[in-house]
């Protein structure tokens, strides 16, 4: 006999919410954030260079420049590499939209090509997705699984396009040995509250590139031709001058403080989120009404979320219904992402369904797990009793 849903009125398995994701801030951390309170720098200061340094050496490149978001570090990429109205960008349509969206605010469309069966960019759509206008590829690393970027490197040269990484969720996370970041003309990462490492909003922008560094940093600061510490600094003079419109899209030491003393402590915070997937593999292993997460040859998983999609065929609800139960049951149960495509403003922008096959039929069947490494052991096993609930519940005969 099934054990009665709390959707129904049956007791939930846990008292308490527990989110899919939340930040995990030490006493260290605060302690750094108020060292700078205390400083003279609260912004453009040199926190920020502190934090840049750090993060382009964890991500393997030359180069890096912290920004306000992930968003703002996507825009100032498609920006700086010079993409304008009329070019085109291939992208996954399984991602959040600000893969997409930056694009459009640069006068550019993205063009969608499908995934594979591990939810990932799929190299050989990407290929017939290209036309004479694509100028760009953007690797999207969902879940922190990274792309198969060999292929997809083979297809941008072939075709003579950039190939850049949306690694929002994959800090810490490599293809072949290489960190995410490292593996294409440039890369962004995001630090929101959710992520690997948090600098409570930001992002920024990785590469090798001097001369495509060096824009980003002056379109983060309005187009200026000198920074803020300069400025404000013992420069000898107060002239500057606009060389490009640019915006004001700068990180503040504060949350640079933040985001160094968090950086310190991604090795572990990768280790327990690690664990907690092999706890969720071990637990789910072999269980036909779900299809886990595949690893693909090459890739070491940053998990930034652990995806699993339901064999709906066995379930008498849909994702919805099985959403539905696991919050009543208050486990944080998400899902990522709507497809982009499927959005109302690129339904107006003449968007429409059947683009992408493979990427439809899992949108309509991926659960996202609470996964982040201030869970306890205790949190993981009402995760996966929940979800042995309500999966029981909702089984099929």
């Known amino acids: 006999m099934t054990e009665k849903l709390a959707i129904d009125g ?3 398995v846990r008292d308490s919410f527990l989110p899919y994701a939340r930040q995990s801030i030490d006493k260290a951390d605060r302690a750094a954030v108020l060292r700078v309170l205390g400083s003279d720098w609260l912004t453009t200061g040199p926190e920020v260079a502190r934090f840049e340094e750090a993060l382009a050496a964890r ?7 912290a920004v306000s978001s992930g968003t703002a570090a996507l825009h100032l990429l498609y920006l700086a590499a010079g993409l304008k109205e009329g070019d085109e960008v291939v992208t996954s349509p399984l991602t959040f939209a600000a893969t997409a969206n930056a694009a459009l605010y640069c006068g550019a469309r993205p063009v969608f090509a499908d995934t594979d069966d591990s939810l990932d960019l ?5 290929e017939k997705t290209i036309t004479k206008k694509t100028r760009a590829i953007t690797a999207v690393h969902l879940t922190g699984r990274l792309c198969d970027m ?9 075709h003579k396009l950039l190939l850049l990484e949306d690694a929002a969720h994959a800090l810490g996370g490599a293809w072949k ?4 970041g490292s593996l294409g003309d440039a890369a962004i990462f995001s630090f929101h509250p959710v992520k690997h490492v948090t600098t409570c909003e930001g992002g920024a922008v990785v590469t090798n590139d001097r001369n495509l560094a060096g824009r980003v940093r002056r379109l983060r600061n309005h ?18 001058d606009l060389t490009e419109l640019g915006y004001n899209y700068r990180l503040p030491d504060l949350a640079c403080a933040l985001g160094s003393s968090q950086l310190a402590k991604l090795d572990g915070f990768l280790a327990r989120r690690r664990e907690i997937a092999a706890r969720y593999d071990e637990a789910f292993g072999g269980d036909a009404r779900l299809r886990l997460p595949v ?7 940053a998990w930034h979320l652990y995806i699993v999609r339901l064999a709906l065929e066995r379930l008498t609800a849909n994702r919805d219904g099985v959403f539905a139960a696991l919050r009543a049951e208050n486990i944080g149960a998400s899902v990522h992402y709507p497809l982009v495509y499927e959005h109302t403003v690129y339904k107006k922008l003449g968007y429409k369904a059947g683009a992408c096959p493979r990427a439809e039929r899992a949108a309509a069947e991926i659960l996202s797990l609470p996964l982040w490494p201030g869970m306890t052991d205790a949190d993981a096993k009402d995760v996966v009793r929940a979800v042995r609930k309500v999966l029981d519940a909702y089984g099929k005969p």
């Not at 060999?150 to 072939?158: C, G, I, N, P, Q």
């Not at 040995?177 to 995410?180: E, F, I, K, L, V």
């Not at 187009?223 to 500057?240: F, K, P, T």
């Open 10 to 12: 049956g007791a939930p």
């Open 59 to 65: 991500a393997g490149a030359r180069h890096a420049v």
């Open 122 to 126: 799929d190299p050989d759509s990407v």
């Open 150 to 158: 060999d292929r997809l490197r083979e297809v941008a040269k072939k």
């Open 177 to 180: 040995g290489q960190p995410a």
């Open 223 to 240: 187009g200026m031709d000198i920074s803020g510490r300069e400025r404000h600094g013992s420069a000898a003079s107060w002239r500057y």
């Open 295 to 301: 690893e693909p040859e090459g890739s070491a998983n």
